[in-house]
């Protein structure tokens, strides 16, 4: 799988906020706006570095059945084993979960591995570990994660981008007002959650982002 396709729009189907009665439906909108790349993020108290869950891979073997329909990128967050399986994309982990060399030896090349940091160190060393791509937040203040949470600013990304040879993705309080910034400092995607999940209409919200980003 070539990293090259971690650009644009990355969408977020987190189960902590979801609208939908499904994660696959929920998901489903985020395809029918025109996004290209989908993450499932159905994160536990005790994952740690739980590489199997039944019920992420009850949901993501439906996520699957979207492929006949719809040309994306599927990342499954945390879980290696259930990516594997189910020959999903890529698996997307942080810091309290399996270590990035781990999951290569695991998987050899049949995934690819992003990785959450909230530091230019540490984004630099998942690179050097072997993540194909690194997700770099919060750049901006966001609700989903509590006070506290490290805000790295606009300026940390804009580094970022320009010193690291695999994409960064821009991740945490993204929005229409702020998009233009987002793209404007190099990065390759910018993910969203609660950007496109509040929105009245998912799918309209998803298409709006989508040809902004072009």
Not at 95 to 121: Q, W
Not at 152 to 181: C, F, H
Request: aromatic fraction near 8%.
């Amino acid at each position: 799988m070539n990293a090259s396709r971690i650009k644009g729009l990355y969408a977020i189907a987190d189960k902590d906020w979801n609208p939908y009665e499904s994660l696959p439906e929920l998901i489903g909108k985020f395809l029918v706006g025109g996004c290209k790349i989908i993450q499932l993020r159905m994160k536990t108290q005790t994952v740690r570095r739980e590489i199997w869950n039944g019920e992420a891979y009850d949901v993501a073997k439906d996520v699957m059945k979207l492929k006949r329909r719809f040309d994306f990128t599927f990342i499954i967050n945390d879980y290696v084993d259930v990516a594997a399986e189910l020959r999903a994309d890529g698996v997307h982990v942080g810091k309290n979960d399996m270590p990035i060399a781990e999951i290569r030896r695991h998987v050899k090349d049949r995934l690819l591995i992003g990785y959450s940091s909230h530091s230019l160190e540490e984004a630099l060393e998942a690179q050097k570990e072997g993540a194909d791509y690194v997700a770099l937040g919060a750049v901006y203040p966001t609700r989903t994660k509590g006070p506290g949470h490290p805000v790295v600013g606009i300026d940390m990304l804009r580094t970022a981008a320009s010193m690291l040879q695999v994409p960064v993705v821009a991740i945490g309080g993204i929005n229409r007002n702020n998009i233009k910034e987002v793209f404007e400092s190099k990065a390759s995607a910018a993910a969203m959650i609660t950007s496109l999940t509040s929105a009245s209409d998912v799918v309209s919200e998803t298409r709006w982002f989508v040809e902004n980003i072009k």
